[in-house]
């Protein structure tokens, strides 16, 4: 598949958005996303890396497409300490994708999480600037990497290569992680994760048991409280809980709701642990 002059993609990623009914800069972003997961599939075919692992939002998505919530970010996981993950990502990025460079902006920034930190990646196209992706790099704690083939639509469209498969972290360590961080002493806003919960569920797609086996071991692990936690969310998420669900189209978008179904996965989940 011959690489697109860099004009005309950016008309062909205008006319596939309108026809699919999407938003162009998620489209763009899909596009940065897999190709950027193209070079870390090199990475691994050429032993740069053993592995990696996308989680958060941007694991979401490629499982899921629209039906899953907007991400901004690409949250990966590499094994070693902060400075050879630094190290390896830049190897990686020098590998490239198809038609596709990337560059390593100097600016690192410390995230929440102790051992994470979130660098600024220019992606090109040929010659032609194409996107920033902001990169949240922290360390692979996942115990199971479930290879996916990208449920995303629009690229093959744009007669871009399409990545056959990328490597994301397993939906119970997902769960177990993000049911960790809604629940815990933090103050910042996690409604996201609530909602992310609530659509694996809808979806059919969380194994109960597996899950609270997770996140048996990620709470103990990271021994910030305990499991299984209070199913009570702050009342100031409740407008955000709100606006999610109805971004996700999710089957109630009342607060007060979405705080009850939240409630009775979590029971489950606990349950779990007794069958």
């Known amino acids: 598949m011959s690489p697109q002059p860099p004009q005309r993609l950016e008309k062909i990623l205008a006319r596939v958005a309108r026809e699919q009914g999407m938003d162009q800069e998620r489209l763009r972003r899909w596009v940065s996303f897999l190709a950027l997961c193209g070079a870390l599939e090199q990475g691994v075919e050429r032993s740069v890396i053993d592995t990696y692992y996308l989680k958060g ?20 996981g590499l094994v070693g300490n902060r400075a050879e993950r630094i190290r390896k990502l ?41 996107q920033t992706v902001e990169i949240d790099l922290g360390p692979a704690e996942a115990r199971e990497i479930d290879l996916v083939a990208p449920a995303i639509t629009g690229i093959a469209e744009m007669g871009l290569p399409v990545t056959p498969h990328v ?37 059919g797609q969380i194994d109960y048991r597996r899950t609270q086996s997770s996140a048996e071991r990620i709470f103990a692990e990271r021994a910030t409280h305990s499991f299984p936690p209070s199913a009570g969310l702050p009342v100031e998420w409740r407008m955000e ?23 009775l996965v979590l029971r489950a989940i606990v349950k779990a642990r007794a069958t």
Request: proline share 2%.
């Open 167 to 203: 490597r994301c972290i397993s939906i119970p360590d997902q769960v177990a992680q993000k049911l960790h961080a809604c629940t815990g002493p933090q103050k910042e806003d996690r409604a996201r994760d609530v909602l992310d919960i609530l659509l694996l569920d809808m979806l």
């Open 241 to 263: 809980l709100e606006s999610l669900a109805q971004e996700l189209g999710y089957r109630t978008t009342k607060g007060e709701e979405v705080e009850a179904e939240f409630a």
């Open 57 to 76: 939002g941007v694991a979401m998505e490629l499982r899921f497409a629209l039906a899953a919530r907007t991400t901004k970010d690409f949250d990966l």
């Open 90 to 130: 830049e190897e990686i990025l020098k590998l490239g994708f198809d038609a596709f460079t990337f560059r390593m902006k100097p600016e690192i920034h410390q995230m929440e999480l102790a051992d994470t930190v979130r660098v600024e990646v220019a992606v090109q196209y040929k010659t032609r600037s194409w």
